[in-house]
């Protein structure tokens, strides 16, 4: 690579090669694989839960490409927002752009191209209705919660929506508005239980997380619960509120299905994740925080491996 091309992809740092491991590494932190992962976890679930074994396996691996390449699109697309106040923190300093390996022209390309490319087969294998709905999802996140960090603690409640809506991706792609239409409510009935649930879940975890590197959104800058209220009360309380809401709705998503399995797997999942959200809002120090942020991952894992195992509507 000539020193030329070399500079227009990389700035700030020494024009070096980086190792495979280097690399690797890099694409991890811009495309935040393990958030790529729940999301194409949630997709694959509502599938599921609407329309059983009655889609095609092409269909679902092309499906589950082009939104990956959405959700990487978004994560790039946010660290460019984000590079300066990524640089103030230690748990994202070390990211490509804000560490200046990727120049920020690069990956507003790479951007542009996995949206498109993510977009287009999502519209092939699928329709343009889960295709609009991964747009939709891009835009909240990209557009409204990534720039409101700055502006107001509301941004969590902006996330998780954009947590939510890959429900709807899965949803529409399995056909879900033309079964209600024909009279088959149960895939629409779990799949609106299994977004509401998502939605909910998200409000601990991030505020477990708020808490755990509360100092560092502090010097950055931005608008989390923790750095408004130092005291971690209304975090809190709001972490608790959803863990407790939760409760009840994981339980419809054994409704449609009317396993037993599923209700008590349900049941037991979120009240696990109260147990953990009460002893953060006593608590709340960084150990119990910590402790929230794994029962969170554990929680959700599953539920969606139950939903999946027992839940599909006879």
Request: charged share 10%.
């Amino acid at each position: 690579m000539s020193t030329s091309s070399r500079s227009a992809v990389c700035s700030d740092v020494p024009a070096t090669a980086l190792s495979a491991a280097e690399f690797m590494a890099d694409i991890s932190r811009l495309t935040r694989p393990r958030i790529a992962l729940m999301v194409l976890a949630t997709v694959v679930t509502a599938m599921w839960l609407t329309a059983g074994r009655s889609f095609a396996g092409v269909q679902l691996t092309w499906l589950l490409v082009g939104t990956a390449l959405v959700a990487a699109s978004s994560s790039i697309a946010n660290q460019i927002l984000e590079r300066d106040t990524d640089r103030l923190m230690p748990r994202t300093a070390l990211r490509p752009i804000a560490a200046g390996r990727l120049s920020v022209p690069m990956a507003s390309a790479l951007t542009a191209v996995s949206l498109a490319v993510g977009v287009g087969l999502v519209t092939v294998s699928s329709g343009w209705q889960p295709a609009a709905a991964a747009v939709a999802t891009w835009l909240i996140y990209v557009v409204v919660y990534t720039p409101m960090k700055k502006v107001s603690p509301l941004n969590t409640a902006i996330g998780a929506v954009a947590g939510a809506l890959p429900v709807s991706i899965g949803w529409l792609a399995a056909n879900g508005p033309q079964r209600l239409a024909g009279g088959d409510a149960a895939g629409t009935l779990t799949a609106a239980a299994l977004a509401t649930v998502l939605y909910l879940w998200q409000f601990p975890h991030f505020m477990a997380i708020a808490w755990i590197y509360r100092s560092q959104y502090a010097r950055a800058g931005l608008r989390m619960l923790t750095v408004d209220d130092p005291s971690g009360l209304r975090a809190a309380g709001q972490a608790l509120a959803a863990a407790l809401a939760m409760l009840p709705v994981s339980l419809v998503l054994a409704v449609p299905s009317a396993s037993i399995r599923l209700f008590l797997a349900a049941a037991v999942a979120a009240i696990v994740y109260c147990g953990a959200t009460i002893r953060f809002a006593i608590r709340r120090d960084d150990a119990s925080a910590r402790m929230l942020l794994l029962t969170s991952l554990g929680s959700l894992l599953a539920l969606l491996t139950a939903a999946v195992l027992f839940g599909c509507p006879p």
